[in-house]
């Protein structure tokens, strides 16, 4: 645990001001599972629990506005709440009767995730528009200085 925790500060100090703690630290526990996973695969609860931080990711991505996330942040989120689904999925048709969670959360995880990512597409469009713009605004500035560089020079020509 105490491993975990220094891990968790490391990740902490490496943090950007445009991601949020949580994004990080669902990163940093989305490691620790998916070694959990690889020590004991058969492990429903593991399974579980990877299923939902994934799914977590992905929510507070979606809920963050455009200017504090990036197109590529969005996309691997949405990745992370597709692979959220399946895993999800893999865990409705498990036959076995008795589950280390509850079956109906399990169930209601699925379909919050089929919601959210029919809502992908509009992010990903919003994100995309606003970068754009970003972009443009970023353009005219340039040209900007350049017109004002390229006026300042030639006032000290004709004064030289």
Known sequence: MTIALQSTQ???LRSHSFLPASTL????????FFQALH??????????NIAMIQQKSAELLFS??????TLADLERGIARAVHAQKMFGSL?????SAVPYDRDL????????DSMLRRAEEHLSAQRQYEAEQ?????????KRAAERERIETLEVRFN
């Open 10 to 12: 490391k990740v902490r």
């Open 106 to 113: 399990e169930e209601e995880r699925k379909k919050y995730a």
């Open 39 to 48: 020590i004991q695969p058969a492990d429903k609860a593991v399974v579980y």
């Open 64 to 69: 963050l506005p455009s200017a504090k996330r």
């Open 135 to 143: 972009a443009a605004r970023l353009e005219g500035a340039r040209q």
């Open 92 to 96: 409705a048709a498990d036959p076995a």
């Open 25 to 32: 630290t669902n990163d940093f526990l989305s490691l620790c």
